[in-house]
């Protein structure tokens, strides 16, 4: 054992800011809190999750026959 000292090498890891998150579907990096949250991007969030159809496009006017009985009176 002798004088020489003793080989340990004590490595320290910089300080690195908050850990990085990063999109489950493509890998991204993600900074909004609420895509930090979830764990997907917005446009990741989008493919998943596509947003309800708006029932007011779904509704049209048809043109129909008049009902049996419903004709206007005639004068």
Do not use: F, N, Y
Request: some cysteine; aromatic content about 0%; overall charge negative.
């Amino acid at each position: 054992m002798g004088d020489e000292p003793l080989a340990i090498a004590i490595v320290s890891a910089p300080e690195e800011g908050p850990r990085r998150v990063r999109c489950r579907l493509c890998g991204r990096p993600l900074t909004g809190a609420d895509s930090r949250r979830t764990g997907l991007g917005p446009t990741c969030d989008a493919k998943l999750h596509p947003p309800a159809p708006d029932i007011r496009t779904r509704r049209h006017e048809v043109d129909q026959d008049t009902l049996p009985g419903l004709d206007a009176p005639a004068e």
